[in-house]
């Protein structure tokens, strides 16, 4: 066979014009995204749901058990008691809360029940786009806690979305307070932390 005929029957490996565009054109896209800073799903890592679901589980749970013993062992018995656990510093009773977080705004009931229903939704809907595992801990807590005193509020007594939340946690010169209110301020505040430190929900770090 002559050099010319195997010439002609070897296919032409070289990529076509519409090809060669294509890659050039991914290769760019490439480019600008590592100058630009910017990571892809793969690079970040997995969602942090799971991490979110966890958190928000065991700060929930916690809550709920810890209420369930200060109604038996605190509010049921007549008369009531008060636990002192650092003298007068710090004790354990029980008192019925119808405000928001440490009995803000008791006139609010119903209010306060409609935004910490809100909060929950913002926070699910928020879960699907995390790929930072401290934004996941903070909103994990933030989720716990609502769930804590939403579930007070709808079946507590006097009645639907108007319970009393129980406290029981009272720190002397403080507002009583419970863990649900304990782990929505630290969920707040790392929130507030990774803003300063420019860390985004997605993993991503900004500087201004």
Known sequence: MSEAERIIETPDERPTAEESDKSGE???????????????????????????????????A????????????LENPTPPRTIEVIGEW????????????FGIGSAFTIVFTCIAAAVIVVIIRLARRLYSTPW?????LLLGGALGNLTDRIFRSPGALQGHVVDFIAPQNFAVFNLADSAIVCGGFLIVLLSFRGLDPDGSVHRD
């Open 136 to 140: 996941a801990i903070a909103l994990g």
């Open 26 to 60: 991914s290769v760019v896209d490439e480019v600008e995204s590592a100058e630009e800073g910017e990571e892809s799903p793969a690079d970040r890592g997995r969602r942090r749901i799971g991490v979110v679901a966890c958190v928000a589980a065991f700060a929930y």
């Open 90 to 101: 710090l004790r354990f009773e029980a008192v019925r809360n119808a405000g928001a977080a």
């Open 62 to 73: 916690l809550d709920l058990i810890t209420k369930i013993l200060a109604v038996e062992y």
